[in-house]
């Protein structure tokens, strides 16, 4: 019951956040096309990702799936609260954060030695939350996560 209910919230959330927070412009591009990057790369990895789970790219959220992909995060509901505390650690600040961690505390209590585990990978890596992932994307994932001690 609480995985549905945060993913109804995330559900309507999303339109506006992507509409009114989000700034940057949408890739405009499919998993297929990601694929024909070459197989060490981020692009390859990011497509494999993405048709794994049988994803679709979400317009100006595309960042959030190439986190997923340099983390190794998988994509439960406490995968993705994980995640947040990963991002937490690594600098990122947003109310869409705050707001994850915070549901996610209350909601899964006995989860929070994963989620400190998380923060402290995101501590622990060099600042990258912020890149422009997708001019990235031809670079091999395990140089990205070398360069930025992503373990």
């Not at 549905?4 to 509409?19: G, V």
């Not at 998993?31 to 049988?54: A, M, R, V, W």
Request: charged share 25%; proline share 3%.
């Amino acid at each position: 019951m609480k995985d549905l209910l945060i993913e109804k919230m995330y559900e309507l959330t999303k339109k506006p956040y992507q509409k009114f927070i989000k700034k940057g412009i949408a890739w405009n591009v499919t998993p297929k096309e990601l694929i024909t990057y070459k197989e060490d790369s981020l692009g390859f990895h990011l497509g494999c990702f993405l048709l794994k789970y049988n994803f679709e790219m979400q317009p100006k959220l595309e960042d959030h799936d190439v986190i997923h992909v340099l983390t190794n995060t998988g994509v439960t509901v406490v995968d993705e609260i994980a995640m947040q505390y990963f991002l937490l650690g690594n600098g990122k600040k947003s109310a869409y954060l705050f707001m994850v961690i915070c549901i996610g505390t209350v909601f899964y209590p006995t989860h929070m030695k994963h989620f400190k585990y998380n923060y402290k990978r995101g501590k622990d890596a060099h600042q990258f939350h912020d890149l422009n992932f997708y001019k990235m994307l031809s670079i091999p994932v395990k140089t990205i996560q070398s360069t930025f001690n992503i373990k």
